[in-house]
């Protein structure tokens, strides 16, 4: 296995950035499983708390990890900064560079916190670019956070009304293919209500999803824990839709 620190320029965010990427020894193609972090973090961070070269090495999968800043993986309403281009323009710097798998069939997308929400509402918004999605203790609800009086600011992500094309719920309401969903908190976790909120909203609309709560909090336990869980629910989708053994 291999870590690769890759500094590239951002057209969309007009400014220099970064990723970590690990690639699996071998010619490849490989799969991949991109990583959103939270609001506090950068995209060190899954590299810095937790297990994950190790697990995906286990797994035979590249993870690339990007870098959101405090943007929720939004083209910012009240400040510059396009993340959403952003992490799709990544796509294509990793598809252009490294041995992958250029379809949704090969491509996967997760987070935390943040990171849940952003990969949520990617995967749900690009199902022709990720076939499957696992967000953990995910920041589902944009419109609760909006109600959040002391959050003021996210009204600089999403300005003062919320956008569908950045509501995770009416994403899943749209017509049409959806990625393979996974979401899982921990039942002490301040987010818990987001979660099972969407649980809901799901089974009401008949979408098939997996969804677990388990014991813990929002911290890095928690993640590195379930984080094994996410990478093995995105291997079986990439055997299944690409015949691999």
């Known amino acids: 296995m291999s870590l690769l620190h890759l500094q590239y320029f951002s057209q969309a965010l007009s400014k220099q950035s970064a990723l970590y990427a690990t690639v699996p020894d071998g010619e490849g193609p490989f799969p991949v499983v991109y990583l959103l972090h939270?609001?506090?973090?950068?995209?060190?961070i899954w590299q810095r708390?937790?297990?994950?070269?190790?697990?995906?090495?286990?797994?035979?999968?590249?993870?690339?990890?990007?870098?959101?800043?405090?943007?929720?993986?939004?083209d910012m309403k009240g400040?510059?900064?396009?993340?959403?281009?952003?992490?799709?323009?990544?796509?294509?710097?990793?598809?252009?560079?490294?041995?992958?798998?250029?379809?949704?069939?090969?491509?996967a997308i997760g987070g935390l916190s943040m990171g849940g929400y952003g990969c949520m509402k990617l995967g749900l918004k690009?199902?022709?670019?990720?076939?499957?999605?696992?967000?953990?203790?995910?920041?589902l609800d944009a419109n609760a956070m909006l109600g959040n009086r002391?959050?003021?600011?996210?009204?600089?992500?999403?300005?003062?009304?919320?956008?569908?094309?950045?509501?995770?719920?009416?994403?899943?309401?749209?017509?049409?293919?959806?990625?393979?969903?996974?979401?899982?908190?921990?039942?002490e976790d301040f987010l818990l209500a987001h979660n099972r909120d969407f649980h809901a909203h799901l089974q009401r609309l008949q979408i098939a999803h997996t969804y677990h709560e388990f014991p813990g909090s929002h911290n890095w336990e928690y993640w590195d824990l379930h984080i094994r869980e996410a990478l093995a629910f995105h291997c079986v989708h990439f055997?299944?839709?690409?015949?691999?053994?």
């Open 239 to 245: 055997n299944a839709r690409e015949g691999r053994v």
């Open 79 to 107: 400040s510059p900064g396009n993340y959403e281009q952003h992490i799709l323009e990544s796509v294509r710097v990793i598809d252009r560079l490294l041995p992958t798998i250029p379809t949704a069939q090969g491509r």
């Open 49 to 74: 708390r937790t297990s994950i070269e190790r697990y995906a090495e286990d797994a035979g999968v590249m993870v690339v990890m990007l870098d959101g800043a405090r943007s929720f993986y939004c």
């Open 126 to 139: 690009y199902p022709e670019l990720f076939g499957s999605v696992a967000a953990h203790s995910g920041a």
């Open 150 to 187: 002391d959050f003021t600011e996210i009204h600089a992500v999403f300005g003062d009304v919320l956008d569908p094309a950045d509501d995770c719920f009416a994403l899943a309401a749209r017509p049409g293919p959806k990625p393979a969903l996974y979401f899982d908190c921990g039942v």
């Open 38 to 44: 939270g609001l506090s973090d950068d995209y060190t």
